[in-house]
């Protein structure tokens, strides 16, 4: 069958060879491509502790997570290790989450970090894996904590590693995977601290207007929050302690009250003034130096929250503030004794407080904030078991106000999703990539007016080619494939989700911008003015045509039979991609793109030669590939019977008897009877150019001569007639 192929479609000898040489190529790529992949096996993370820690003796589950394992040598305790997979499942490039190995030493720095497993198709067939270990091995001597960047310059804020060219978001990826996972792991760890932490800017209490409150009305709109603990409440929660069984509650009295706490906010008028009184309030506020402030604190029951600690060491030891993560603990000297409480309806309180909020613990009055009570139960002469409750407090919204953070570029940038950061910094590619789609636009809205100029038109459509070459290929790697159709399929059977796709931006917009064009104009216009490798091409073809190179028509019986050929490579490929995409996008091999395009040519000879064959058979007949072999221009192709438009114009005498267009359209997508056939068109207007030629066009030909003398081609029967076709 190959052999037949070849002889069919060549027209001499040199051509055929050529032709004949790359087939066989092609029909045994899948051979050579086996032998690189089988050295590049996943690496076990067996070994990638070994290479972090050569000492290691002994792996142990960390309790509480067993997805962190412990590295010990002997006793001592070296490191820990865990697979990303276990923390994060962003997905990659293939829609698929890679997993990374990770391992950190005691004080929180990544000691050795590499992917062990992936199924991004740029690594599986394309850049060798070597290169992603290379990626990887930057990562050795980092901080858990650092924020790390793909690409650009080191700062104090931010530390750069060097990318991998042709697999930009992949490599994103890997890195939003380590440093992700090496944070939250490390926060567990207590290595690192904790990204909450952070805290926005700090709120202002409204100190006028002023209303009067009962008790019922500041504890119904939060002011005054509540937390009521029963003997059997706290007694549960000892069981599975040293302390079970200890001062428990008879059965009787499980349900009774231990404690009845209220805590409120006191420096804002409404609550204090109602609780406090205005006497009471306002020498309060006169106590208060610059950034302290006061909360109070009541209570009923037979658990003290004041406990004795105070007396004895100066601090109270049953009661503490927690905020942002930050606790502190209230001294004697903080503690003012409340001795009556004026809202009106107000229960009596056995104890009641006012501690004071020193400088020191930058309270912010508007986040929430946790009065946590500890309850102890004696086990032993020096043992004790300590169970703490939390009562949470918010401040209402109508008593502060905050002002908005003030974040710089880095900071906002690092709280967003990964394909945002990706946009981010890729925008000004897909500013230029949005400039050159509306250039696009005009072409085809005013293409009967650029037409009729046809050296203009030319010089545009080289122009545009170019461009599209060299930045939106090699520049910006927006080559699109058939793999992103089968990722895309794929994705609606095993769960659709934006960010896969929204993860690369450029190959994003170009698949918005081609599914609304070829609903628009069908196939043509992206094969003929967007796909980088068809550009190439068709460059080449054109220096081949200026240096006056043979060219050569494939016989049309031939020719309209080839065009199935592309079809069928589709059909195979959505077929194994049924059964296993991985094999899928290793097939789509045949597609040059990756080379040419998205690796420069920088792979090994096989796929190099494959590529370059192409475009050498492309100096003798333009897109060869394109016509007969691309299964992305046929997945294209099957929905450009729907296109709205249809702007490419003819005559009744186009293909009977005229056929000049058909001769002269380059990819051969006229018939013989005059009918351009949309899905084989690749938009390059040059029929265009010929229809509106009054000096090519021979049907214009006849009707500029029989103006100028007088007559029509009716009297002239070597002349063609001129019928106009509404």
């Not at 601090?315 to 809202?343: E, H, K, P, S």
């Not at 009967?448 to 203009?456: A, R, S, T």
């Not at 200026?546 to 049309?556: A, L």
């Amino acid at each position: 069958m190959i052999r037949c192929f070849c002889w069919g479609l060549a027209l001499n000898v040199n051509f055929r060879a050529v032709f004949c040489v790359f087939t066989l190529l092609l029909a045994t790529l899948p051979l050579v491509e086996a032998a690189p992949l089988s050295q590049y096996e996943p690496v076990a993370g067996r070994q990638v502790i070994e290479k972090a820690f050569p000492e290691v003796t002994r792996l142990e589950p960390r309790e509480g997570n067993r997805a962190i394992q412990e590295l010990y040598a002997g006793d001592e305790l070296k490191g820990y290790a865990y697979q990303s997979l276990d923390f994060v499942q962003t997905p990659a490039y293939s829609g698929k989450p890679l997993n990374a190995m990770v391992v950190l030493d005691n004080e929180g720095t990544i000691r050795f970090a590499k992917v062990i497993h992936h199924d991004e198709p740029i690594l599986l067939v394309g850049i060798p894996e070597s290169k992603m270990h290379d990626f990887t091995d930057q990562y050795a001597g980092l901080k858990a904590d650092q924020r790390v960047t793909v690409g650009g310059t080191s700062t104090e804020r931010k530390v750069a590693v060097d990318g991998l060219s042709g697999a930009t978001v992949t490599v994103m990826v890997i890195n939003e995977v380590i440093m992700r996972t090496a944070h939250r792991v490390g926060v567990e760890l207590g290595l690192v601290e904790g990204s909450g932490t952070k805290r926005p800017p700090t709120a202002e209490v409204i100190m006028d207007g002023f209303q009067p409150r009962t008790w019922e009305q500041l504890t119904g709109d939060g002011s005054i929050r509540r937390l009521l603990l029963t003997k059997g409440q706290v007694d549960d929660s000892f069981k599975g302690t040293d302390a079970e069984g200890i001062e428990t509650a008879a059965p009787e009295e499980r349900d009774e009250p231990l404690i009845d706490l209220y805590t409120a906010y006191l420096d804002t008028p409404t609550i204090g003034r109602n609780l406090l009184g205005e006497s009471q309030y306002d020498w309060l506020m006169f106590e208060l130096k610059e950034g302290e402030q006061a909360i109070a604190v009541m209570a009923n029951g037979e658990y003290s929250f004041k406990g004795s600690g105070y007396v004895r060491g100066g601090i109270f030891d049953r009661v503490q503030i927690r905020q942002y993560g930050d606790t502190f603990n209230f001294r004697d000297l903080d503690f003012y004794r409340l001795n009556d409480v004026y809202a009106g309806g107000m229960p009596d309180f056995k104890e009641m407080a006012i501690f004071i909020i020193r400088q020191q613990h930058n309270f912010d009055p508007g986040a929430p904030w946790t009065l946590e009570l500890t309850v102890k139960r004696q086990t032993g002469p020096l043992d004790s078991e300590f169970q703490v409750f939390p009562l949470e407090y918010q401040l209402p919204d109508q008593y502060y106000t905050r002002a908005e953070p003030v974040l710089t570029e880095e900071e906002w940038l690092e709280g967003q999703p990964l394909w945002v950061q990706v946009w981010y910094q890729r925008q000004f590619q897909v500013i230029v990539l949005g400039i050159g789609i509306g250039v696009l636009l005009l072409i085809l809205f005013f293409q009967d007016w650029l037409v009729k100029k046809p050296k203009i038109t030319r010089w545009i459509r080289h122009a545009f080619l170019t461009y599209t070459l060299f930045f939106i290929g090699w520049y910006a790697l927006g080559q699109l494939s058939i793999v992103n159709v089968l990722a895309f399929v794929h994705s609606l059977v095993s769960g659709f989700t934006w960010e896969t796709f929204l993860i690369d931006p450029i190959i994003f917009v170009l698949w918005a911008s081609v599914a609304g064009i070829v609903l628009l104009w069908g196939r043509a216009v992206y094969c003929g003015w967007l796909c980088p490798f068809g550009a190439l091409q068709e460059l080449i073809n054109e220096i081949a045509r200026f240096f006056k190179v043979p060219q050569y028509d494939v016989p049309w019986a031939i020719h309209e039979r080839l065009w199935a050929v592309k079809y069928i490579v589709l059909l195979v490929l959505f077929g194994v991609s049924l059964d296993s995409l991985a094999t899928a996008e290793k097939m789509a091999e045949i597609e040059p793109f990756k080379t040419a395009i998205t690796l420069h040519f920088d792979r090994s000879w096989p796929f190099v030669t494959y590529a370059v064959l192409l475009l050498v058979v492309n100096i003798f007949t333009r897109k060869v590939f394109c016509r007969y072999m691309c299964p992305l221009g046929a997945a294209l192709a099957l929905p450009t019977k729907l296109r709205v438009f249809d702007w490419l114009k003819r005559r009744k005498e186009c293909g009977n008897p005229c056929q000049l267009c058909a001769k002269e359209c380059e990819v051969q997508a006229i018939h013989p009877d005059g009918t351009i056939n949309y899905q084989e068109c690749h938009y390059c207007l040059d029929c265009q150019m010929t229809y509106f030629d009054d000096h090519k066009c021979p049907p214009l030909i006849v009707k500029r001569r029989g103006k100028r003398r007088g007559h029509n081609a009716p009297g002239h029967p070597e002349e063609i007639p001129v019928v106009q076709v509404t």
